[in-house]
């Protein structure tokens, strides 16, 4: 009945409610733990259907006077406000509107278009804001702001839009719905929860008999299903009947476990394909149950790679060539795909179809993932998480191990991240400590010049009727004795004037007491010229060599040059230097000490590659050596 | 254990920078030790050009 003015008028026959899954009855109460929610009251409930499922949505009235919807889909829960139309800029008619369409609403902010489609109201009961004439079809599109925020844009039935509503999603939790039942009592009365396989016989236990209207067969893999008529829906009938079946699940379906601390029941599983230049690429999905929040996530397995899967926000997905931003986390695209449905098995709240596809893009950020699904009237987002395998064996309590992974999974994060933070960390206590001690050396280093003279050379190598014997005794000198104050290295220098020539210098630092020799050589060489119109030099006109542990002492330098006659420099300097701290070695020791962290960077560039080798910027496989 | 042992690795590459810091001690290069006899060692035996190149 719809009131008009002071008349009743009769709308037409509404049909019985179809029993759905929900938590709410008319009539109850609610004060929101929810911020910026005030109590409300359910007053009326209408039934609506797009043929693939009906679903109910709850008018509620706040203590406000105003009223809302309360409404649910696959355990979450949305309350909203209707609101003016968006005017400035009014939102696209019907018929312009498609899934992933961005919307700005200037003051409402910025919304994505998630759904779209036709449905029609089947029942109601209570009291309704509007007048829901039984089988009257409307068109609505569903919307998901970037402030996470959901809105509806409610076309009635014409293209243009009638109503506006906007609200935020809610935890059942948050609600504050009181005498609500529980999800497992609730799930007894709506539908048996244990039934025979018509197909094979074989007993089955449902763990969401509310919700579930398909199901496979765990023993003889057939699929059942409700009958189109919901409302007698006490037992299922065999839509595809098989003999064995069709793959086997990894997880025990019906069973129960905690994963990152949340309970999950295991409904169903789901052996998905794809395929690509010819070949065929397999993953499992297993939908899960949160037991607690009612809400349906996953579990997706490909090649022992195991990923829990939850719903995103499409509204606050961006997009941008190769990138995707969700919630501040930056993911870059890794493949674009269509993905069909090859088998089923367990229980599913959605008609699941086999050979059904969708058109799927996935975002990597190791270790989690982003996913985008296309429908011709719908777009999805959801967000995974890597889950090593041992988690899942110790909190669904496995009996026996599964399988190990193979290659390198899409979001599998790289196992050596841990131990590469440690070595940074290693690597910059112990550097610290490496130049602490570098600055405590050149403190405490004499650098103190124990010889230091120019030696002449001009006089015997101009002469040329001497003997170049001759020539070698005469340079060679041996000086007089010096002290070298402490022990420790010793650095000697040569510097000579060498223009296209060159002079070597042999020496020997000799101890006079223990007779104890030290041999070394240093060469002056410097040449340069002009090729091409291209100046050009090499070599160096002084050199340094440094001499280890030379004992406190009295020394003597011998020094025997060789040079090219005719073409020598007419000197050379010498000096020798005790104690002098070397840079060198400090540097030799942060290199030594960034050969870990370099190894461990070669291995994540490996590992990266052979995870981008599987992708759409791949052009191949890569090797399956693990790490 | 990786971890454990670039540890390791990192106390013992710390103490030998300490040790040939404090040692003087230079990297192995072309330079030679040896001993000249002790009957040479007069001002005399080292210091003339013969003792050096008697043995070429």
């Avoid at chain 1, 007894?188 to 763990?207: I, M, W």
């Amino acid at each position: 009945m719809s009131r008009k003015g002071a008349n009743l008028e009769a709308l037409g026959v509404v049909a019985e409610l179809v029993p759905t899954s929900s938590p709410f009855r008319l009539g109850m109460t609610a004060k929101p733990k929810a911020a910026g929610l005030k109590p409300f009251r359910i007053v009326g409930r209408l039934q609506l259907s797009t043929g693939e499922g009906t679903w109910d949505e709850w008018h509620v009235s706040f203590e406000d006077g105003r009223y809302g919807w309360l409404a649910e889909a696959q355990g979450t829960f949305w309350v909203t406000r209707p609101l003016p139309a968006p005017t400035n800029p009014p939102p696209p008619d019907f018929p312009q509107i498609a899934p992933g369409q961005r919307l700005s609403f200037g003051g409402y902010g910025e919304f994505t278009v998630t759904d779209r489609r036709q449905a029609l109201y089947t029942s109601a009961e209570g009291d309704l804001p509007f007048a829901a004439t039984p089988g009257a079809v409307f068109m609505y599109a569903d919307l998901s702001g970037a402030d996470g925020s959901v809105g509806t844009l409610d076309y009635g039935d014409d293209p243009g839009v009638d109503a506006f509503f906007v609200g935020r999603p809610v935890a059942l939790a948050e609600l504050g719905v009181e005498g609500l039942e529980g999800w497992s009592e609730r799930k007894v009365a709506a539908r048996a929860s244990s039934l025979n396989c018509p197909a094979c016989g074989a007993g089955l236990q449902l763990k969401d008999p509310a919700n579930t209207v398909r199901v496979a067969c765990t023993y003889c893999g057939s699929v059942l299903a409700t009958p189109q008529d919901g409302a007698t829906a006490a037992k299922f009938e065999v839509l595809a009947r098989l003999q064995k079946l069709p793959f086997k699940p990894l997880l025990p379906l019906g069973g129960e476990g905690t994963l990152r601390g949340r309970p999950y029941a295991i409904l169903g599983a789901v052996l998905k394909a794809c395929t690509v230049d010819g070949v065929h690429y397999y993953w499992r999905e297993y939908l899960l149950k949160e037991t607690k929040s009612e809400a349906y996530h996953w579990l997706v397995e490909s090649n022992g790679h195991w990923t829990l899967v939850e719903p995103a926000a499409a509204g606050e997905v961006s997009t941008a060539p190769r990138l995707a931003v969700y919630r501040g986390t930056r993911y870059k695209h890794f493949q674009s795909t269509t993905a069909r449905v090859e088998a089923v098995l367990g229980e599913f709240y959605w008609e699941v179809k086999k050979g059904e596809s969708t058109d799927v893009s996935d975002y990597v950020a190791p270790p989690r993932i982003l996913s985008e699904e296309r429908y011709a009237n719908e777009v999805t987002w959801s967000e995974g998480s890597y889950v090593p395998k041992e988690e899942l064996e110790s909190g669904f309590g496995l009996g026996a191990p599964l399988p190990t992974p193979e290659g390198v999974g899409s979001n599998q994060p790289w196992p050596h991240a841990e131990t590469a933070r440690g070595f940074l960390r290693t690597v910059a206590l112990f550097a610290g400590i490496a130049v602490f001690l570098f600055v405590f050396f050149n403190i405490k280093a004499d650098r103190k010049v124990v010889y230091q003279k120019r030696h002449d050379l001009s006089v015997s190598t101009t002469d040329p009727t001497i003997a170049p014997d001759a020539i070698a005794e005469a340079l060679t000198v041996v000086t007089e004795p010096f002290e070298v104050p402490r022990s420790g290295n010793v650095e000697a220098r040569i510097d000579a004037p060498t223009d296209n020539s060159w002079v070597y210098v042999g020496a020997v630092l000799l101890e006079e007491a223990t007779g104890q020799a030290y041999g070394f050589g240093l060469q002056s060489d410097y040449y340069h010229g002009v090729d091409g119109g291209e100046r050009w030099s090499e070599g160096s006109r002084s050199r340094t060599v440094y001499v280890g542990r030379v004992p406190a002492g009295r020394y003597v330098l011998r020094l025997e040059p060789e040079l090219e006659r005719g073409k020598a420099p007419p000197y050379y300097d010498i000096r020798l230097r005790s104690g002098v701290p070397r840079f060198a070695h400090l540097m030799a020791v942060l290199v030594l000490l960034l050969l870990g962290p370099i190894a461990l960077a070669i291995s994540k560039a490996r590992f990266e590659g052979r995870r981008w080798a599987e992708s759409d910027y791949g052009g191949g496989s890569g090797s399956d050596d693990d790490e | 254990m990786l971890r454990r042992g670039f540890q390791v690795f990192g106390a013992l590459l710390l103490t030998a920078y300490a040790w040939a810091g404090l040692a003087g001690w230079e990297l192995p290069t072309n330079a030679k030790k040896g001993v000249v006899a002790a009957g040479a060692r007069s001002a005399t035996g080292f210091r003339a050009y013969s003792f050096w190149t008697g043995g070429k």
